[in-house]
Nanobody
Framework: QVQVVESGGGLVQPGGSLRLSCAASGSIFQINAMGWYRQAPGKQRELVATIITSSGGTNYADSVKGRFTISRDNAKNTVYLQMNSLKPEDTAVYYC???????????????WGQGTLVTVSS
């Protein structure tokens, strides 16, 4: 099993910056990729950014490209989301995700964090 825990959310002014952290534990060797998703009030949960374990490759939603950066620290089993030039529309609950495989049947599984609230407002 894999567990993830997010931290770093809070209140920030438009144009400001914030860094979110996601610490993974459990069967870390089973993780194929990690990422960040967000859900704003009245909207569907959407992909923000992902990072591939083996290659380090990343991808981003068009809405955050050039403003957000996903990175990892393998020694700490932690993934970060650096958010710059924040806009009010970035306000959402941000969730960390770990995609991993089951050692018994190799089915892809997802671990989700509890979410951390980011509020961008003056």
């Amino acid at each position: 099993q894999v567990q993830v825990v997010e931290s770093g959310g809070g209140l920030v002014q438009p144009g400001g910056s914030l860094r979110l952290s996601c610490a993974a534990s459990g069967s870390i060797f089973q993780i194929n990729a990690m990422g960040w998703y967000r859900q704003a009030p009245g909207k569907q949960r959407e992909l923000v950014a992902t990072i591939i374990t083996s290659s380090g490759g990343t991808n981003y939603a068009d809405s955050v490209k050039g403003r957000f950066t996903i990175s990892r620290d393998n020694a700490k089993n932690t993934v970060y989301l650096q958010m710059n030039s924040l806009k009010p529309e970035d306000t959402a609950v941000y969730y960390c995700n770990a995609r991993y495989y089951s050692s018994s049947n190799w089915k892809a599984l997802d671990a989700w964090g509890q979410g951390t609230l980011v509020t961008v407002s003056s």
